[in-house]
C-alpha cells in the first residue's frame, strides 16, 4: 500500500500517552468489569420493566468497556509502528 502520510512526531507521543492511560484504565478494572455483573443480579432483581432496561443497558455498557479496551490496545500497537516508522524515515534522511 503506497501512499504519503504526515507524522507530527513531536506531538503524536503525548495522543499515544493519552490513550494508552485510557486503555490502562479500563484494563485496571477488568476484574471490577467482570464482576459488576454478579453484583447487579444480587443487589437488583424483581419484575418490572426497569429491571430488564437496566440489566440490558448495564450488560451493553460493559461489554463496550471490554470492547474498548480490545480496540485500544490495538490502535496503540498501531499508532507506536507509525511513529517507529516516521522515526525511522527521519533517521534515514
Known amino acids: 500500500m503506497a501512499g504519503t502520510i504526515t507524522v507530527d512526531t513531536d506531538n503524536l507521543p503525548g495522543v499515544i500517552t493519552n490513550i494508552s492511560n485510557i486503555q490502562v484504565a479500563i484494563d485496571g478494572y477488568s476484574t471490577t468489569i467482570a464482576s459488576l455483573s454478579a453484583s447487579l443480579d444480587l443487589y437488583l432483581s424483581g419484575t418490572a420493566p426497569i429491571i430488564t432496561t437496566v440489566e ?38
Open 56 to 93: 440490558t443497558a448495564f450488560g451493553t455498557t460493559m461489554t463496550n468497556l471490554t470492547n474498548a479496551d480490545t480496540s485500544l490496545q490495538t490502535l496503540l500497537g498501531q499508532l507506536r509502528n507509525v511513529q517507529a516508522d516516521a522515526l525511522l524515515a527521519i533517521g534515514a534522511l
